[in-house]
């Protein structure tokens, strides 16, 4: 099928699924207050009853569908998805609050693609070509007759007292270093500010004025090689904020170019690449004085951009409609790999996070038919989170609304899955949250308020098990560094983060549409309508009186 023709199939889908549905005229937008549509049971907690399974459903199967090709940032996917939210928010008079009077806040990026025509490798005279002998991360570079330094696996760990480069100078040389992390070591133990407290080869490099780190390719490289080299010179990077000016390439080499490297030295390719797979241990060492390396890393770079979506319920109250609610999702996921194995080459996020995506719309939709909060609510879905939470720092940096003026963030991210029977004898299912149960992050982490707040709304409405294993910013998974409501906890927001968890279809072509529980995941969405409903009629904003600062020891 051809681009042509299929982006007149995604067309056609979104015609079907509601895209294009007539804007309403701006003299009727905003004139629902409740009245006798909302009934005397759902106003008590905003028409949280509207809520439905069969809603969410329906908007999930377009968001999570094969013609949103995985949605990732940036992609048209994405856009489709972005218009399709924007399109609903418009019938349902909720104001654009993006920028220049639209729902879309712009999001500016640059692309960078790998000149695979020009980027050459060349070890101890013998050259090496791009694409079949080695892979490198599109950092523009040229050098050559450089000496090597094998440096073990590369990491610098303080804590651990682990320094590879000790006795090495690194200064105008390639370091040559095995995948993965040092012996004994997790990612867990990477505490600390990166390039203070621990270094990672590549950081290291930069900072010590080496031209180039080599990575000796384990078995997980090797196997997505074709893939890697897809992104890196035909889909190319994404970057967000500040170029790095300074980043030296990072070169992933085949056995082919491992054998040249150590040739006639101490150790033999095959020898350094058996005891990388074993996870043993190595000692640094200067490779022999003529042995250098060069290569020419050559990059083409252009600007693009992204968007979030954002709008605006106005509150009822005169006074508290300038202060907000935010209720928040991501929207992208990681996209398409045509060389995936197996058929499946789509990332659709039905659960990451389709769900949290399309329970912010239904809870949109829900309090724009409802009765009027006092306060105003701001919905918004970022972009980019799955690439290091972009959408949310953009936005927390360029707020559309004063940063002050949000009193809560209630994020949203994956709340579609939990345990079937069975599930709990499967390694990788066995933390589902269980029917009836929701993980909950952050909401007593900040303020004593919320966390009261949110249990006693919970209490009296649906009355789910709000499980807190993952609370505690120091938990190994980390998660509350890990999505949107991170980079509002920074600015003093105070938070809480809804979610189920990691599972065995989590970033894989597996997470579909029809593993999703819509009747437990309506429970939780309605759960969340009736706390942002409480918490925008509240006389008081919650009080933040544990600082993140010192509570997250940041």
């Known amino acids: 099928m051809s681009r042509k023709e299929l982006s007149k199939l995604i067309l056609a889908a979104a015609v079907v699924a509601g895209l294009f549905i007539p804007a309403v005229p701006a003299q009727t937008r905003g004139k629902n207050s409740g009245g006798s549509a909302a009934s005397t049971a759902s106003a008590k907690f905003g028409n949280a009853d509207a ?40 019938t349902w008079g909720i104001t654009p609050a993006g920028g ?32 079949e002998d080695f892979l490198v991360t599109a950092a523009p570079a040229a050098f050559a007759g450089a000496p090597m330094v094998f440096a073990g696996n590369g990491w610098e760990i303080k804590a651990k007292n682990i320094d590879p480069y000790k ?131 050559s990059v083409k770079r252009e600007d693009t951009s992204t968007q979030n979506v954002v709008g605006i319920l106005e509150g009822s109250d005169p006074v508290l409609k300038n202060e907000y609610v935010a209720i928040g999702a991501h929207y992208d996921h990681v996209g398409t790999n045509p060389f995936a194995a197996g ?50 720092e953009y936005f927390a940096d360029n707020p559309t609304v004063p940063i002050e003026s949000i009193i809560t963030e209630l994020n949203i991210d994956m709340i579609g899955r939990y345990q079937n029977p069975g599930d709990e004898n499967d390694p990788r299912n066995k933390n589902l949250p269980k029917p009836g149960e929701v993980f909950l992050i952050g909401s007593k982490l900040m303020s004593t308020d919320l966390g009261d707040i949110s249990e006693a709304t919970n209490k009296a409405y649906l009355n789910l098990s709000f499980n807190y294993k993952y609370d505690d910013p120091k938990d190994p998974e980390q998660y509350f560094y890990r999505s949107d409501h991170y980079n ?45 409903w409480e918490l925008a009629n509240r006389a008081m904003r919650p009080r933040v009186d544990k600082p993140l600062a010192a509570t997250a020891g940041n």
Not at 58 to 82: K, N, Q, V, W, Y
Not at 105 to 124: M, N, W, Y
Not at 353 to 371: C, N, Q
């Open 51 to 90: 809520i439905s399974a069969k809603t969410l459903r329906d908007h999930l199967t377009f968001i999570a569908s094969d013609e949103l090709e995985g949605r990732d940032t940036p992609s048209r996917g994405l856009d489709i998805a972005a218009k399709y939210i924007a399109a609903h928010l418009a």
């Open 100 to 131: 220049e009077g639209t729902y879309f806040q712009k999001l500016p990026l640059r692309r960078t693609v790998l000149d695979a025509t020009s980027t050459r490798l060349e070890i101890a005279g013998q050259s090496f070509k791009y694409g």
């Open 167 to 297: 006795g090495l100078d690194v200064r105008g040389k390639v370091i040559v270093v095995a995948s993965g992390l040092p012996a004994g070591v997790g990612f867990a133990d990477l505490q600390g500010k990166s390039g203070v407290d621990y270094s990672s080869p590549q950081t290291y490099a930069r900072d010590h004025g080496a031209k180039a780190v080599i990575v000796l390719s384990n078995f997980s490289t090797l196997s997505n090689w074709q893939g890697t080299r897809w992104t890196q010179s035909e889909k190319g990077g994404v970057e967000f904020g500040p170029v790095q000016a300074t980043a030296v390439p990072s070169i992933s080499v085949s056995p082919r170019v491992m054998t040249a490297i150590f040739q006639g030295e101490s150790m033999s390719g095959s020898n350094v690449f058996s005891r990388m797979i074993k996870g043993e241990s190595f000692e640094s060492f200067d490779l022999k004085p003529e042995k250098r390396a060069g290569a020419t890393v």
């Open 343 to 392: 058929p499946d080459k789509i990332w659709n996020g039905a659960d990451d996070d389709g769900s949290g995506t399309v329970a912010v719309l239904t809870i949109a939709e829900a309090m724009a038919k409802g009765p009027r909060p006092k306060r105003s609510i701001l919905f918004i879905w970022h972009a980019g989170e799955e690439k290091g939470l972009w959408g949310s």
């Open 488 to 532: 509002y906890a920074k600015k003093g927001v105070p938070i809480i983060f809804y979610m189920d968890g990691d599972h065995k279809d989590y970033h894989q072509p597996s997470d579909s549409i029809e593993k999703i529980n819509f009747e437990q995941m309506e429970k939780v969405t309605r759960t969340i309508a009736a706390t942002g």
